[in-house]
Nanobody
Framework: QVQLVESGGRLVQAGGSLRLSCAAS????????MGWFRQAPGKEREFVAG????????YYADSVKGRFTISRDNVKNTLLLQMNSLKPEDTAVYYC??????????????????WGQGTQVTVSS
């Protein structure tokens, strides 16, 4: 199975940018479709962005479309999330996740089997 470790979260002002990284070990990342989710206090975990196994197909939640970009490097076994024009409502713990049941991009949380520990992103107004 794959182990996932996120990094890059921190406090940033509204309008700023952050890049989150997810390092994978144990299995090659190309065996999985990948996604980013987030969870704000008192809210359910929600889909943010997903990418298919090769990186050629991506999908975004409407709330982040045009501001966030998901990408993957299967050679480096790394998943990235570039976040621009950040808003206070983007504040959450961000998780990367791997889906072994499909190689296609998927928004369904039930399809994701492996999760990182999360990284905190806080956007101040």
């Amino acid at each position: 199975q794959v182990q996932l470790v996120e990094s890059g979260g921190r406090l940033v002002q509204a309008g700023g940018s952050l890049r989150l990284s997810c390092a994978a070990s144990g299995r090659t990342l190309s065996d999985y479709a990948m996604g980013w989710f987030r969870q704000a206090p008192g809210k359910e975990r929600e889909f943010v962005a997903g990418v298919n196994w090769r990186g050629g197909t991506t999908y975004y939640a409407d709330s982040v479309k045009g501001r966030f970009t998901i990408s993957r490097d299967n050679v480096k076994n790394t998943l990235l999330l570039q976040m621009n024009s950040l808003k206070p409502e983007d504040t959450a713990v961000y998780y990367c996740a791997a889906a072994s049941r499909t190689l296609r991009v998927t928004t369904y949380i039930q399809n994701y089997d492996y999760w990182g520990q999360g990284t905190q992103v806080t956007v101040s107004s």
